[in-house]
């Protein structure tokens, strides 16, 4: 078969289409033929070598995929070969075939196409586990997501107004903003020329935010603090502002608040697999009636690869970007 590889970190060139040994379905896990994978940042900071799969992961990019199933491996049950689905995955999802445990399976939901379902599993799982698992969103409350037109973000909005919590955003620029609130975003602050702890507190009567879902880790985590209400929890789910950052725990205890810091990727099987659980549960049924569904920015052919990083890099889309097969 055929797959991206990074033969040495660097720049988007380094991802070279090249033909590599086939995967075989272990015990517990299926072969994909994959349809489609999506780039996240993830996959560009193992591109740059910053960021290495788990042990006994595929060492291909791709945290992701949508396929059909192509082979199952010993002691699978409820999936059939030629089913359509989409899982997510420790790597591998730029390459034409890929092993996955089982519980990280899920079929492609009503009314999304194969293709479409790539833009799925990584942002619903992240989205899912760290601000309703963790952090327990619940109706009423207020939902800050920053970077608001990312694929996590446009997830995030829509999950957050499904549940019936008041969702505000951060993003960069009238367009981004505007189709953040094409997915329900209540309260929308330009980064570039609003201070988002001002206007989330001019709009909400000076409580803040229940919940923050930060992308940006060290640049945000004062402002963060001083954006949290009362028993107000943090999700850090990324750090593209930084790793170190100075906190002041007075205002923490005082606001009887809450910091948490997840990854998705090296997490124990048993662990993604109740979160696949949960998802399944929770948020298809959602996506089946329509009242969620994936933001897709732009598809490029899986040879493409580059390009898509370029794009990612660049910050100029609004949800996801997919890889075609």
């Not at 055929?2 to 040495?8: G, M, P, R, V």
């Not at 409820?78 to 790597?91: M, R």
């Not at 990727?265 to 298809?284: D, F, T």
Request: proline fraction near 6%.
């Amino acid at each position: 078969m055929h797959a991206i590889t990074i033969e040495q970190p660097g720049g988007p060139e380094a991802l070279v289409w090249a033909d590599v040994p086939d995967p075989v379905a272990g015990e517990g896990e299926v072969l994909v033929e994959v349809a489609a994978s999506a780039v996240n940042r993830a996959d560009v900071l193992q591109r740059q070598g910053f960021y290495d799969p788990p042990p006994g992961a595929s060492p291909y990019p791709g945290l992701e995929c949508s396929g059909r199933i192509a082979a199952l491996g010993p002691g699978v049950s409820g999936w059939a070969v030629g089913d359509e689905v989409c899982a997510l995955l420790s790597g591998g999802g730029y390459a034409q075939k890929v092993a996955v445990p089982a519980g990280q399976l899920l079929p492609v939901p009503q009314g999304v196409d194969l293709v479409a379902a790539a833009a799925l599993p990584e942002v619903v799982a992240t989205v899912w586990s760290n601000v309703f698992m963790v952090a327990g969103l619940r109706p009423g409350e207020t939902l800050l997501v920053h970077g608001g037109s990312s694929g996590i973000g446009t997830m995030a909005v829509q999950l957050g107004k499904a549940v019936g919590a008041r969702v505000a955003v951060t993003a960069g620029g009238k367009e981004k903003l505007a189709r953040c609130a094409e997915l329900g975003a209540d309260i929308l602050i330009d980064y570039r020329e609003q201070d988002f702890v001002e206007e989330l507190k001019a709009a909400t009567g000076g409580a803040g935010a229940d919940v923050i879902l930060d992308i940006m880790g060290a640049k945000y985590l004062g402002r963060n603090l001083e954006a949290l209400a009362m028993n107000g929890r943090l999700a850090v789910i990324g750090f593209q502002g930084g790793v170190k950052a100075e906190l002041d725990l007075r205002m923490l205890l005082a606001k009887r608040g809450a910091i948490t810091a997840t990854s998705l990727r090296a997490r124990p099987l048993e662990e993604k697999a109740a979160i696949i659980a949960a998802v399944r549960e929770h948020v298809w049924p959602l996506i089946d009636a329509g009242r969620v569904r994936p933001v897709v920015h732009a598809s490029y052919p899986v040879t493409e690869a580059a390009e898509a990083h370029r794009v990612l890099e660049s910050s100029a889309h609004v949800g996801k970007l997919l890889l075609t097969f």
